[in-house]
């Protein structure tokens, strides 16, 4: 069997050798013309990445070789194992590859390539060597698909007729735009899986086979760029137009143009849209493929859904649906048409003779139920049809629809295309078993009340509990046991009573009534009509008025509450004004009571030490009849005062009368020193006479009323003291004061004692005739 195969191997040999030289001519494998191809043709730039190897087709193990080179450059492959021979060659987007020839696999073999051009005066030479059964070559890939989802890659790859040889393969891939590699090996020769992969962003990968002993060298296939994961659905719009919203659609069609957006909308190659009827029915093309992110259909009335994914060489994105409603509003422009229910499986269908059609398709449906369908062709121009099916099962008091479509096809009424393929030509609803109606109107309600009239309103009974086609609605009103009825049109939903009894009292119940007769009653709504216009107003008036009485009445109780919590919460703090404790004390001295001291002159005696107070008060000479200086001396001594002594000088003359010393005592805290000096003080002197103690200063004082002296006691503070004695101190009169008026011992009690030194200037009759100027000084001895 091995010579027979040798043989046939030799023999195709030589015919493949005999056809390459019969295509090219003369062929000189001689190792003379061989050496001297390589001693002409030493240039090699002309030819690179020159290889041979064995592959496998069909025909079993085949040689072949491929180089790169220049499209003007004319080309010769001489192969050589144990004989020469020439190969035709061909290229092909500038990679230059001969056809398949015959080799034996353990025989050395060399290949060389002659380049010649017109443009180059040199010609290029390059040379292959080795041994067939090192050179066996599986891949690359004849096919590769991929798919992403959820972070995997899915890699299928077809390897042609190296499939036999291949057990496993390996795939390289890398983020776009990066250096490093990753690898995976598969588990078998078809398919690999790629993990945890970032789904937004895209890929490159290549593939190779595993290199075995079958398949020596595994080339790696060329970069294939895959695109990110279509991890969103694409969100869409509708915009839908019918006859009446557009003319220029037709009567019984609708435009719909569907709008979408994608949100990474670079990674989408195009989109599929897809458009079915909610029935079921098939169409030959309900399917779109568009670049485009919107797409215009006119389709009839019935329910359709559409669905739209976004594309790319990867997969495919999430679908994201949309349903279109059936229009199942009465239109004028619906042809007529009539649909009768004969038994629980079969109905007839009744239209209008003057329809030019032959195909059609009737779909029936009930509230929450899935169409059904039947397209039908009408050989005759007939406008009766009646269908019996055992599928069909119509309930009694179920309410169903029909639409009736025309398509504009003759050959055949199956749809060819989903889009403007049929036109509905009418609408019907029909019952097999009318019922009446279970449940009785909700929501009854009663409005705008007046003397003599009132509003009801109340919601329809749903369809399910309807039973039938509605033919209206019982009002029942009752007063005193005296019922009355009204009936009312379908349509509406309420109804205004009239000439109504005022202040009287009403009950109000409500019922829906079919062919089959009528249903059950709603609740009783009580209400009473309004009274007479001028008993209201009369009842507004003394609302008014009993409205303000009270309001009155809660702010005087409001005042007087308020007062009584004021002086709890807040008690009066007494005057000290008004307090025994400061009390104001006029004291008015009559000149004459001081008298005694303008006729004396006190000189310092034992008893003014430092514990004795002495005001001595001093007045300029203001006139001849001047008195003699007078000394008064404050003992601070309760039991042993001092008693000052008079001295007078000789020169005063002596019909002066004689004033006895005035001494008063600190000690005693409520006791009074007032002191009316004469127009003319002197000064005080020392126990030598003659000599002067101080000189005083003259200061101006204008004549005032008797000011008031104010004690004080424990009831006030020290500062409120000072304040009231400095104000009776310093009347308006005073125009200026020293500061060591008063001098304090600081030994002395202030707290329990008032001082107070008060003059009072009056002009005896006939005494002076001019201004008195006071000049008086306190000294502490």
């Not at 078993?433 to 919601?459: F, Y």
């Amino acid at each position: 069997m091995r010579k027979c195969s040798a043989a046939f191997y030799i023999a195709l040999g030589f015919v493949s050798l005999w056809t390459t030289v019969a295509s090219t001519g003369t062929c000189d494998c001689s190792p003379e013309n061989l050496n001297l191809l390589k001693d002409k043709c030493n240039n090699t730039e002309g030819v690179s990445d020159l290889g041979c190897y064995i592959k496998y087709i069909t025909s079993g193990l085949n040689a072949i070789c491929e180089w790169k080179g220049n499209v003007s450059t004319s080309y010769t492959l001489y192969t050589k194992q144990r004989k020469c021979s020439c190969v035709a060659v061909h290229q092909k987007d500038k990679i230059w590859t001969s056809n398949y020839f015959l080799v034996v696999l353990n025989w050395n073999m060399t290949a060389h390539v002659i380049g010649t051009s017109k443009d180059q005066p040199s010609c290029t030479y390059k040379n292959f060597s080795g041994i067939p059964s090192m050179m066996t070559m599986c891949g690359p890939h004849s096919k590769i698909t991929y798919k992403r989802s959820s972070g995997y890659l899915t890699v299928w790859v077809e390897w042609g007729n190296d499939s036999n040889y291949i057990k496993n393969f390996l795939v390289k891939y890398r983020e776009f735009n990066t250096t490093r590699w990753k690898e995976q090996q598969s588990e078998n020769r078809k398919e690999c899986v790629l993990l945890n992969l970032t789904p937004s962003l895209p890929y490159e990968l290549q593939t190779q086979c595993v290199p075995i002993k079958d398949c020596a060298q595994c080339p790696l296939s060329k970069v294939i760029m895959v695109p990110p994961e279509l991890t969103d659905a694409p969100s869409i719009q509708l915009e839908i137009q019918d006859h009446m919203q557009n003319l220029s659609i037709s009567p019984g069609q609708r435009k719909v143009v569907v709008k979408w957006e994608y949100a990474n909308s670079e990674a989408v190659d195009n989109y599929n849209v897809t458009v079915r009827k909610v029935s079921g029915e098939s169409s030959n093309r309900d399917s779109f493929i568009t670049e485009n992110s919107s797409l215009t259909l006119i389709l009839s009335y019935s329910a359709y859904n559409i669905s739209i994914r976004a594309l790319n060489s990867a997969g495919s994105s999430p679908v994201s649906s949309i349903a279109i409603e059936q229009m199942d509003e009465w239109r004028d422009s619906f042809g007529p048409f009539t649909v009768n229910i004969t038994s629980n499986s079969s109905f007839s269908l009744s239209w209008s003779s003057s329809v030019s059609s032959v195909c059609y398709s009737v779909e029936w449906w009930a509230k929450g139920q899935i169409p059904a369908f039947r397209p039908f062709y009408m050989k005759t121009k007939s406008s009766t049809i009646t269908f019996h099916s055992p599928l069909i099962n119509f309930q009694p008091y179920t309410r169903y629809y029909f639409f009736l479509h025309i398509r504009p096809y003759k050959d055949t009424c199956n749809m060819k295309n989903v889009n403007d393929s049929e036109t509905t030509y009418g609408l019907a609803q029909t019952y097999f078993t009318e019922g009446s109606p279970i449940s009785a109107p909700g929501n009854v309600s009663i409005l705008n009340i007046t003397q003599h009239s009132s509003v009801i309103t109340w919601s329809p009974v749903s369809e399910e509990d309807l039973r039938g086609f509605l033919l209206g609605y019982y009002i029942y009103l009752t007063e005193d046991n005296n019922e009355t009825s009204f009936e009312v049109d379908p349509s509406v939903n309420s109804f205004e009573l009239q000439n109504l009894e005022s202040n009287s009292a009403y009950r109000v119940q409500l019922s829906a009534f079919t062919a089959a007769g009528e249903g059950e009653r709603s609740d009783s709504k009580h209400f009473v009509t309004n009274l007479p216009d001028f008993t209201a107003l009369n009842s507004i008036i003394a609302a008014v008025v009993v409205g303000i009485i009270i309001l009155l009445l809660a702010v005087h109780f409001s005042f007087r509450l308020l007062h009584r919590a004021k002086k709890l919460l807040w008690p009066s703090i007494p005057n000290p004004e008004n307090s025994n404790a400061v009390q104001k004390i006029e004291i008015a001295y009559e000149l004459g009571i001081l008298e005694p001291l303008n006729r004396q002159r006190l000189e310092e005696s034992e008893g003014c030490d430092s514990s004795t107070v002495c005001v001595v008060g001093s007045k300029r000479e203001a006139s001849p009849l001047s008195s003699p200086p007078t000394t008064l001396l404050l003992s601070e001594d309760e039991d042993s005062p001092s008693i000052p002594e008079e001295i007078t000088p000789p020169d005063i003359p002596t019909q002066v009368p004689t004033r006895e010393p005035v001494i008063t005592n600190l000690n005693k805290t409520d006791s009074i020193l007032s002191a009316s000096l004469d127009e003319e003080v002197t000064t005080f002197e020392s126990k030598d006479p003659g000599e002067t103690v101080s000189n005083t200063t003259e200061l101006d004082f204008i004549r005032t009323s008797q000011p008031a002296v104010v004690f004080m006691s424990d009831y006030t503070t020290m500062e409120i003291f000072q304040q009231v004695t400095m104000t009776g101190i310093q009347g308006p009169s005073i125009q200026a004061v020293k500061p060591g008026l008063v001098a304090v011992h600081p030994g002395q009690d202030y707290v329990r004692q008032s001082y107070f030194l008060q003059e009072i200037v009056k002009e005896p009759p006939g005494a002076f005739n001019s201004i008195d100027v006071l000049n008086s000084e306190i000294t502490v001895l």
